[in-house]
């Protein structure tokens, strides 16, 4: 039988979503849980990777199990192995020939900055930047990344394709928090963080739109923009 399950997680607690073989990760925690279940080995099969630090709301993994085992005693049994840090918030049988990745129609990220007063309780969860932001710039630039592009010099690491479709750039403040959502056909390596530290650079004067978009045009000119803390991010939905 073929499941797919829907995953919350505290990041902080983790080196990432993929498995490692001497750390602690999402992957390898669910694994080792579902092996339990199943007495037999199982591997799932993500709809993203998130790196170490990154939270997820809404995180997908699909696997097969050779028991046979109804959706609710799943969750539950899967829970009372995987809690504290990793809660199953659902879990439903799908077809033998579908995969959690590459199903995916699109996936929304959001990114949190705290421009209040300095919580060392939200460390982990929301970056610090301590200070009112001039959002209209911000949003100036998260213009200039909607729509199809390669975005080479916005991703980390040696990609064969970078092209990416961005549908959306959404930003809300609430109590001082700015929420930023990102929604898109898929997002590589780093790419939301290099585009969150790149509207930060617009912000503080470090760099021009006209930076950027020499960068969207130009893919090959190798141009660095900041990069912002992973404790902000979080893997918000996947679409099917």
Excluded at 198 to 221: H, Q, R
Excluded at 223 to 236: E, I, R, V
């Amino acid at each position: 039988m073929k499941y797919l399950i829907s995953i919350k997680y505290d990041g902080s607690k983790f080196y990432g979503f993929q498995r490692l073989k001497d750390n602690n990760t999402v992957q390898k925690k669910i694994e080792e849980a579902l092996t339990i279940i199943n007495k037999e080995p199982v591997e799932i099969k993500g709809a993203g990777r998130t790196d170490r630090g990154v939270h997820a709301n809404d995180q997908k993994a699909s696997f097969v199990l050779n028991i046979n085992i109804d959706e609710n005693h799943l969750q539950m049994a899967l829970n009372s192995l995987v809690k504290p840090y990793i809660y199953i918030t659902k879990v439903e049988t799908v077809n033998d020939d579908f995969h959690a990745r590459f199903n995916t129609l699109k996936k929304e990220y959001i990114y949190k900055i705290n421009m209040g007063e300095f919580n060392p309780k939200d460390y982990d969860y929301i970056l610090q930047v301590n200070r009112k932001l001039n959002i209209k710039e911000m949003k100036k630039c998260a213009k200039l990344f909607i729509g199809a592009h390669n975005f080479k010099n916005f991703v980390s690491g040696t990609r064969d394709n970078y092209d990416c479709i961005i549908y959306d750039i959404d930003f809300k403040v609430r109590n001082n928090i700015l929420v930023i959502k990102f929604t898109g056909k898929s997002f590589y390596r780093y790419m939301v963080r290099n585009l969150i530290g790149t509207m930060l650079d617009i912000e503080s004067k470090k760099i021009t739109l006209e930076d950027i978009k020499n960068a969207l045009d130009n893919p090959e000119v190798g141009k660095q923009f900041s990069t912002a803390l992973p404790q902000g991010l979080y893997l918000n939905k996947i679409y099917y």
